[in-house]
C-alpha cells in the first residue's frame, strides 16, 4: 500500500525505489493504460483533448460582448487605429492595464473579425486549447503522473470560463500560452543545455508579461522545478534564473504603477496590512475550494470585511502555512508533489491576494479569473492523486480506471457548458451575478445602464442606479448614470446634482466632466461647459469628443483662434472622424478660409457620405463662394439634391441652397421655383429671417443672377 501511495513523492528522484519509472519509457506513464496499445496514443489523446475543450465552449459561439470589452476592443482607438499596435508598446495607458501583446493581438484581430464576436472567442478557445496541449506536454516532461488527466481537467474546468469566455481576458489566454511556452523553453535548455533555449525562454517569458503582468511569479517556479526534478537548488539554478528575475521585476513595478493610475480617485481598499494578510488566507482557502468543488461560480462575488483585530480572522492563513510545513517535512516522501503543487499555488496566487491594489478589488477581493495561472497546481496534483488512488481501489484495472475519468470529466464539462451561458450577453451577466450576489451595487449600476441605454427603460434603469447606491453611497459610477438618466428624462438640474456627487467621490471621472460639460450646453450656460470640457482635457488629453465639444463652445463665444486647434487635435486623435473634419471645416467657414472649409467638408462626406448637414453646407458654399475658382455649381445642386431627397424635399434650409445651386449652375427657372417653394415652408413654419433672405436671393434669380456671399477682410 505505501507503494502505491509514495509515487508523488519520489517522481522526482534519480535512482528512487519506485519501480514504474524504470519499466516504461519517459513520458509513458501519462498515457491512460485503458487505450490500446496498437492505438497511436499520442495523437488519439491530443486530438481527444481538443474535441472535449471545444465542446464543453461550444455556447460560447453565441456569446456576444460583454460589460468591459468595449473598452478594451470597439471604443479603443489603439484597435481601431492603422498605427495603434505600434503605439500600444510605447504610451501609457490612460487606465487600465498596459498589455501591449496583448492589444497587439486584438489590433490584428479586428482586422479579420471587426464587430463579430465569434472571431474572438473562437481564438480565445483556441489559445485555451493550445496551453491545455502544451501543459500536458510540460507536465509530461516533469514525469508528474496523470498529465493528461490534469491537462484535461484545466480545459474544462468551470472556473475557467471567465477567463476564456469574456473576450477582455485575453490577456490570461495569450499570457498563459506565452508563460507556458517559456516554461518549455526553459526546461529544454535544461535537459540539452543549449543556451538559445534559454534565452529563447527569456524572450517569450518578456512578451508574456507584456501580455498580463500576473505571471511575474515565473522564476520562483523555474526555482521550484529545479528543486523538484533535481532535489535541491544549485548555484547554477540561481544564476540561470537571475534574467526572469530581473524581467519579473521590472513587470511587477510595472504593474503596481499602472494599477496605481487606473485607481486614481478610487480608495480600491482602506484597510490595513493586517486586514489584507489575514484576508490572504481566506482568498487561498476560497480559490482552492472552487478548483475542487466548482459550484455557485460568479462574476463579481460578495466583497468581504476582513476584522483584523479578531484573531480567528488569521486562523485560514495559519492552516495553509501549516499545511506547507507539513508537505516540507515530508519533503523527502508523499509530501514532495503536494509542497510543488501547492507551493506553485500560493505563488502563482501572490498577486492577486490583496497585498497590492488592483482595480477590481473595488468590487470583490477575489475573482475566479485571478487563478487561471494558479489552478494548475491543485489540478495536477487531483489528477496525479487520481490515478494512484484508483490504481489503488481496482487493481490497476484500465477499462474502470477511464470510466470513472470519463465520468468525472463529463461533470465538469456539463458544468463549463452552463457557466458559459453566463457570459451570452450583459443582460444574462448581470441577472445571473446578482441571483447569486443581490447586494453586488455594480451589477445593479451596470444591469440599470443596459436597461437604460440598450432597451431605453429610463425609469427602470433608474430604479437599478438607486439600489446601487443604496448598498453603495460611494458608487460614483451610480451617481454619473442617474445624471445620464435625468438628463434623457429632461430633469437637468437633478442631473447635475448627480454629475457633481459623482465627481466629489471620484474628482478624475473625465466621463462626468464630459456630461457636465454638454449639460451646461444644453441650458446655454457656456462658460461653465467650457470649463468642465478643459478639465476633461486635463485627466484625458486624448478624449477626442471633448475637444471637439470644446471647440464648439469656443466657436459660440467667437474665439474662433482657440477653437481651431481643438478641432485640430480631435481630428489627429481620430482621422476618420466624419464630426471633426465637419467641425473644422465649419471652424474655418466663420473664419473666411472657404477653401480649408471646402477641403473639410468633402473629407467628412468622404468618411460619411449620407450627411445631409455636411452635403448642405458644402453645396452652400460651392454655389456661394466669394471667390469664384471655388465655385462649382453642378457639384453644388448635385450635393444639394442629395441632401433635399434625405429631407423628403420638405425642408426649406435645404431648398434654399437648392436654389442657390441651381442659379450658380444657370438654371434659374430652376431656382425660382425652388425658391419659393423653399419660401412658402418657411412662411409655414413662420420661419421670418429665411423667408427674407428668400425673397431678396429671388430677385436676383429672376433676374438672371445667383447669389455669392461677400468678400471678408481680415
Not at 484581430?109 to 464576436?117: C, F, H, I, S
Request: charged share 15%; glycine share 8%; net charge positive.
Amino acid at each position: 500500500m505505501n507503494l502505491r501511495l509514495s509515487w508523488l513523492g519520489d517522481a522526482g528522484k534519480v535512482g528512487a525505489h519506485m519501480n514504474w519509472q524504470k519499466k516504461r519509457p519517459t513520458g509513458e506513464e501519462a498515457k491512460p493504460e485503458f487505450l490500446p496499445s496498437s492505438w497511436n496514443r499520442e495523437w488519439v489523446l491530443a486530438l481527444l483533448l481538443v474535441f472535449v475543450t471545444v465542446a464543453a465552449y461550444l455556447p460560447v459561439r453565441d456569446a456576444g460582448f460583454i460589460w468591459n470589452d468595449d473598452s478594451m476592443l470597439q471604443a479603443n482607438p489603439l484597435i481601431r487605429q492603422a498605427g495603434g499596435w505600434y503605439r500600444a508598446w510605447f504610451n501609457r495607458p490612460v487606465g487600465g492595464d498596459f498589455v501591449p501583446a496583448t492589444t497587439s493581438v486584438l489590433w490584428v484581430e479586428w482586422r479579420l473579425w471587426d464587430d463579430n464576436p465569434l472571431g474572438y472567442h473562437a481564438d480565445s478557445v483556441l489559445l485555451h486549447v493550445c496551453s491545455a496541449l502544451l501543459l500536458w506536454r510540460i507536465l509530461r516532461r516533469l514525469k508528474i503522473p496523470g498529465a493528461w488527466m490534469a491537462a484535461a481537467l484545466f480545459a474544462i474546468h468551470p472556473v475557467n470560463v471567465e477567463s476564456v469566455a469574456w473576450i477582455a481576458q485575453r490577456k490570461n489566454t495569450l499570457a498563459m500560452l506565452l508563460f507556458l511556452a517559456a516554461m518549455d523553453f526553459y526546461l529544454t535548455f535544461e535537459d540539452s543545455g543549449r543556451r538559445r533555449w534559454l534565452w529563447l525562454a527569456a524572450g517569450m517569458f518578456s512578451v508574456a508579461l507584456m501580455g498580463k503582468t500576473a505571471v511575474v511569479p515565473l522564476p520562483i517556479v523555474l526555482l521550484g522545478l529545479a528543486w523538484w526534478r533535481r532535489g535541491r537548488i544549485g548555484r547554477k539554478d540561481i544564476l540561470h534564473s537571475l534574467i526572469f528575475i530581473a524581467l519579473a521585476a521590472a513587470g511587477f513595478l510595472m504593474a503596481i504603477w499602472i494599477q496605481r493610475g487606473a485607481s486614481i480617485g478610487v480608495t480600491v481598499r482602506a484597510d490595513s496590512f493586517w486586514s489584507r494578510l489575514a484576508g490572504a488566507g481566506w482568498a487561498l482557502w476560497f480559490y482552492l475550494g472552487k478548483a475542487l468543488l466548482p459550484l455557485h461560480l460568479n462574476f463579481v462575488y460578495p466583497r468581504w470585511e476582513i476584522p483584523a483585530g479578531i484573531p480567528l480572522s488569521y486562523l485560514p492563513l495559519f492552516l495553509w502555512a501549516a499545511g506547507l510545513l507539513i508537505c516540507w517535512r515530508y519533503r523527502n516522501g508523499w509530501g514532495k508533489g503536494a509542497l510543488l503543487a501547492m507551493g506553485y499555488f500560493t505563488v502563482m496566487l501572490l498577486p492577486v491576494l490583496g497585498f497590492f491594489n488592483i482595480f477590481f478589488m473595488y468590487y470583490s477581493l477575489v475573482s475566479d479569473h485571478w487563478q487561471y495561472f494558479a489552478i494548475i497546481g491543485p489540478l495536477a496534483l487531483f489528477a496525479a492523486g487520481f490515478k494512484a488512488g484508483m490504481a489503488a481501489m481496482t487493481g490497476g484495472n484500465k477499462w474502470v480506471t477511464g470510466i470513472c475519468c470519463a465520468t468525472l470529466l463529463a461533470g465538469l464539462g456539463a458544468l463549463t457548458w452552463n457557466q458559459c451561458g453566463m457570459y451570452g450577453d450583459d443582460e444574462t451577466l448581470w441577472l445571473r451575478t446578482l441571483r447569486l450576489n443581490p447586494n453586488a451595487w455594480m451589477a445593479h449600476n451596470n444591469l440599470g445602464f443596459d436597461l437604460f441605454h440598450k432597451e431605453g427603460l429610463v425609469d427602470e434603469g433608474i430604479a437599478h442606479f438607486k439600489k446601487a447606491l443604496e448598498i453603495n453611497p460611494a458608487a460614483a459610477p451610480a451617481h454619473y448614470n442617474l445624471g445620464d438618466a435625468f438628463r434623457e428624462k429632461g430633469q437637468m438640474d437633478v442631473a447635475i446634482t448627480h454629475y457633481r456627487k459623482a465627481l466629489e467621490i471620484k474628482p478624475d471621472m473625465a466621463e462626468a466632466h464630459f456630461n457636465l460639460g454638454v449639460s451646461f450646453f444644453q441650458l446655454g450656460r457656456l462658460d461653465e461647459a467650457i470649463l468642465h470640457y478643459q478639465e476633461v482635457l486635463k485627466i484625458k488629453p486624448e478624449y477626442a469628443e471633448a475637444h471637439m465639444n470644446l471647440g464648439i463652445c469656443l466657436s459660440q463665444k467667437g474665439r474662433l483662434d482657440e477653437a481651431i486647434p481643438h478641432f485640430q487635435k480631435a481630428l489627429e486623435i481620430e482621422p476618420d472622424n466624419a464630426s471633426a473634419q465637419y467641425n473644422l471645416g465649419s471652424g474655418y467657414f466663420l473664419l473666411g478660409r472657404m477653401d480649408k472649409a471646402i477641403f473639410h467638408y468633402q473629407k467628412s462626406l468622404e468618411i460619411q457620405p449620407n450627411q445631409m448637414a455636411v452635403q448642405n453646407q458644402l453645396a452652400w458654399l460651392l454655389a456661394t463662394c466669394p471667390s469664384a475658382s471655388l465655385r462649382n455649381g453642378g457639384k453644388a445642386v448635385e450635393l444639394a439634391q442629395q441632401a433635399n431627397t434625405l429631407t423628403g424635399g420638405a425642408n426649406p434650409i435645404i431648398l434654399h441652397t437648392l436654389a442657390a445651386a441651381f442659379a450658380e449652375a444657370g438654371r434659374f427657372p430652376e431656382a425660382v421655383e425652388t425658391a419659393q417653394r423653399a419660401l412658402r415652408l418657411a412662411g409655414a413654419q413662420s420661419n421670418t429671417n429665411l423667408a427674407g433672405q428668400l425673397e431678396s436671393e429671388m430677385k436676383l434669380y429672376q433676374a438672371c443672377s445667383p447669389f455669392h456671399l461677400p468678400e471678408q477682410t481680415h
